[in-house]
Nanobody, 129 residues
Framework: QVQLVESGGGLVQAGGSLRLSCAAS???????????IDWLRQAPGKEREFVAG????????IYADSVKGRFTISRDIAKNTVYLQMNSLKPEDTAVYYC???????????????????WGQGTQVTVSS
């Protein structure tokens, strides 16, 4: 069992930056490092979509075309936390952002809802124009 807790969302102007965190709860840290982590997002009235993914050891990453060059996913194994640094934010980045854990890292930018074992509760990101 892994419990994921997202934080770092908020309201920012277009062109600004935010850093999201996805942390394992204290009692699940021993297994968190075994999982690849994806960031997904869902905007109002739209389907959930893939944003970025990172392998269990932090070596491999993958990004959606819409965020490539603006977002960076990283992993601090010692802190049991995965980050999503979001720069040059656009109004179309407005969404609820979720992190999710899966046992396999997929090197393709696709949303695979059936592959995830654990989800966080989501954090709202709002980008004003």
């Amino acid at each position: 069992q892994v419990q994921l807790v997202e934080s770092g969302g908020g309201l920012v102007q277009a062109g600004g930056s935010l850093r999201l965190s996805c942390a394992a709860s204290q009692r699940t840290v021993s297994t968190f490092s075994n999982y690849a982590i994806d960031w997904l997002r869902q905007a109002p009235g739209k389907e959930r979509e893939f944003v970025a993914g990172i392998s269990w050891n932090g070596i491999r990453t993958i990004y959606a075309d819409s965020v490539k060059g603006r977002f960076t996913i990283s992993r601090d194994i010692a802190k049991n936390t995965v980050y999503l640094q979001m720069n040059s934010l656009k109004p179309e980045d407005t969404a609820v952002y979720y992190c999710a854990a899966q046992s396999t890292f997929y090197a393709s930018a696709q949303y695979r809802p059936n592959e995830f074992d654990y989800w966080g509760q989501g954090t709202q990101v709002t980008v004003s124009s």
